[in-house]
């Protein structure tokens, strides 16, 4: 369960969110008119973030990035898999970008 974090807010003055996952440091973040919440894991950023569909479902995807410059590689990730609300989509989100980055470190 995201919990608030006292302290340093996001870019847009969001305060920071802990989704209580060992090892992830969250921030809060920004972009147009969502908010949408980035972690660290290693040399890697996970970027979770759900879209509303047309029929009214949410549908989770994840970006996960490596690299600065011209050696960045950004990989993105868009699932089949509905969810009723937003929060639900986000955890899963959370949950794949964390296998993913798991797998690629192996």
Do not use: W
Request: glycine residues 10%; positive net charge.
């Amino acid at each position: 369960m995201p919990r608030r974090i006292e302290g340093p807010s996001g870019s847009c003055g969001v305060p920071a969110i802990s989704h209580g996952c060992p090892g992830v440091n969250t921030v809060a973040s920004c972009m147009s008119l969502s908010q949408e919440l980035s972690f660290s894991i290693g040399s890697f950023l996970v970027t979770p973030s759900a879209r509303v569909t047309d029929t009214g479902d949410f549908a989770p995807s994840v970006s996960i990035r490596r690299g600065r410059g011209t050696s960045t590689l950004d990989k993105v990730y868009r699932f089949t898999r509905r969810f009723q609300s937003h929060r639900g989509a986000i955890d899963y989100a959370i949950r794949q970008g964390q296998a993913q980055v798991a797998s690629a470190s192996a």
